[in-house]
């Protein structure tokens, strides 16, 4: 009876059966460390599974006691801890991002330059273009954008596409400019700006929505593509501990996409998709509402993603006062705030939590009075924890906002160390205050979901928990940490990776803890992340990662740990 419960069980959830064991698990000689609803530090010497799910933890001969019967693997004393989620991330541009041309971590433009050169040489010929992403001329120190000209050095025979870290900012060449008919006259669209000569002819870099001026000619990817993308992120980020991730941004074809590997049983991360905008994919997508919980658990789909802004290094982040190191820019605001409401009108209306992208002081303003006013239509949308993408830049008077408005804090602990470099010369000793300023958050009882904004930044999660607790490079630069009063500690920043995680996607009652009942996502690392060196937490090492009780990821040079 107990077997066809469960077979029934698999085929109403249209999820392949291997999802889930079909015995039950003791995970025995574990360093065990989970936090509890209340978001107090418990610890266990190993972990009972059962369906998929945890049934109990604690010492090592309770756990025996209550299953003898149980298969047992030897955790070798290895440190266990809940799996990792990921508040903000991009799966498919994850995916996409190891099939292009990677540029992430150059040092100079000839260097980028360089790796373009050999891509180009390397590819088939008859490719029509080369894509690719993760410029940052901060780091090049160009003390300006990189140009067309500059790329016609690499590839001049093909159109070029590059977008810079950020996502926020395209570099093309001559030719890729040519195809997209783009020219002096064209003008610069609603949110977004082509950079230009002083003659007024476009150099070479678009940010924000002018970005599609190029991307528009750009040919789609095939169906396989997609496919060989989604299973390649998917496979990433198993490997660096990753059990769930909140997709912010997502179309009809990825929808599908998703439904079809979480029907074949080949998802192995939970994904909580927010619908990119509340156009014609919103339409399509949510036509019979919110998806909760299909493929037992696997996929969400009940939230939007919306922008009020662009981003910091490209200087598209809608501030309040001109850029300080830019006095004739402000950034770029994508709508006006009557566009932005409409959009919260119909998502919140039908059911969708709204995520919205805002960097700037200006961009996180906009969001909080246009929450603001659609509270004060219908209060109840309160209840759909609403959240505000990165929050990076925020006004100090506007930070106790986000605890009036019980929004979500939605923040990426490597964007403060990425951004070190630059943040303060963009906006200031006074307006860096209210950046990256996860205590201020954190004080007033704000939920801060931890995320990293991946291929922004890397997907390892264990480089976000370093930067959350440290505020320092994997160097220890700089020396005791930038604006170290803002910095989490351990329980805070895991808090943030897990519990507050689940909690910002309505799931904390099924993930985010091992506590028994909910879903068996853990994993085992190489070192204890509560004994460590604070700078030796980025360096963790994730041996095998497990969603439902199911080891989805073992690390090949860990010979004999499961």
């Known amino acids: 009876m107990r077997l066809m419960s469960r ?10 059966a291997p999802a889930l064991w079909a015995d039950t698990l003791l995970l025995d000689k574990v360093n065990g460390y989970t936090l509890d609803s209340t978001g107090r530090l418990q610890r266990f010497q190993a972990l009972l599974v059962e369906d998929g799910k945890v049934l109990a933890s604690g ?16 955790g070798a004393g290895h440190t266990l801890l809940p799996g990792l989620i990921d508040a903000h991330g991009h799966v498919m541009g994850l995916g996409v991002a190891k099939l292009q041309v990677d540029l992430v971590g150059t040092e100079s433009l000839q260097a980028a330059l360089a790796r373009i050169r050999s891509a180009a040489t390397a590819a088939p010929k008859g490719k029509e273009w080369m894509l690719g992403r993760g410029w940052n001329q901060v780091i090049w120190k160009l003390g300006r954008f990189p140009t067309a000209a500059d790329m016609d050095k690499a590839v001049s025979d093909r159109p070029v596409w590059m977008e810079r870290v950020d996502g926020h900012a395209g570099w093309a060449n001559s030719a890729a400019i040519t195809q997209a008919g783009i020219d002096r006259d064209t003008k610069d669209p609603t949110g977004g700006r082509i950079e230009r000569d002083a003659q007024g002819n476009p150099t070479g870099v678009f940010i924000d929505s002018a970005m599609e001026l190029i991307s528009r000619r750009i040919p789609p990817m095939s169906d396989a593509q997609n496919r060989q993308a989604l299973t390649a992120a998917l496979d990433e980020m198993a490997s660096v501990g990753l059990t769930g991730v909140h997709d912010a941004g997502i179309d009809n074809a990825t929808f599908d996409l998703y439904r079809k590997f979480a029907d074949d049983g080949k998802l192995s991360a939970r994904i909580y998709a927010m619908i990119g905008g509340t156009g014609k994919d919103f339409d399509a997508i949510s036509r019979n509402g919110p998806l909760l919980g299909y493929g037992h658990d696997m996929l969400t789909v009940r939230s939007v993603k919306l922008y009020a802004d662009g981003a910091l290094g490209s200087r598209g982040a809608a501030m309040l006062a001109p850029y300080s190191d830019d006095a004739k820019n402000s950034g770029l605001l994508f709508s006006t705030p009557e566009e932005l409401g409409s959009m919260f009108d119909k998502a919140l209306g039908k059911g969708y939590q709204v995520c919205i992208h805002a960097i700037g002081d200006k961009g996180n303003r906009e969001a909080l009075d246009v ?12 209840a759909l924890r609403n959240r505000i993408e990165h929050a990076q830049v925020v006004a100090l008077d506007d930070i106790p906002r986000f605890k009036e408005l019980d929004l979500i804090a939605s923040m990426q602990p490597t964007h403060a160390t990425s951004d070190m470099n630059m943040a303060e010369d963009r906006v200031g000793t006074e307006r860096i205050k209210g950046a990256y300023a996860w205590q201020r958050f954190l004080k007033q009882g704000t939920h801060v979901a931890g995320g990293s904004d991946f291929p922004v930044e890397l997907s390892n999660p264990f480089l976000g928990l370093h930067a959350a607790v440290t505020r320092q490079d994997l160097l220890g630069k700089p020396p005791g940490g930038w604006h170290a009063d803002q910095r989490m500690s351990r329980i805070e920043a895991l808090r943030a990776f897990t519990l507050d995680a689940a909690y910002a996607a309505h799931q904390e009652k099924t993930l985010g803890t091992l506590e028994p009942g909910k879903w068996a996502d853990f994993i085992l690392v190489d070192q204890d992340y509560f004994e460590i060196e604070p700078l030796q937490i980025g360096r963790t090492q994730v041996l095998s990662t497990w969603v439902a009780g199911k080891q989805v990821y073992q690390r090949a040079t860990s010979a004999g740990v499961p």
């Open 59 to 74: 010492s090592r001969d309770a756990m025996k006691a209550k299953a003898a019967d149980a298969r047992v693997v030897d």
């Open 7 to 16: 077979i029934l069980c698999a085929l109403s959830c249209l999820c392949i």
């Open 371 to 382: 929450f603001a006013a659609a509270y004060r239509k219908d209060d109840g949308y309160r």
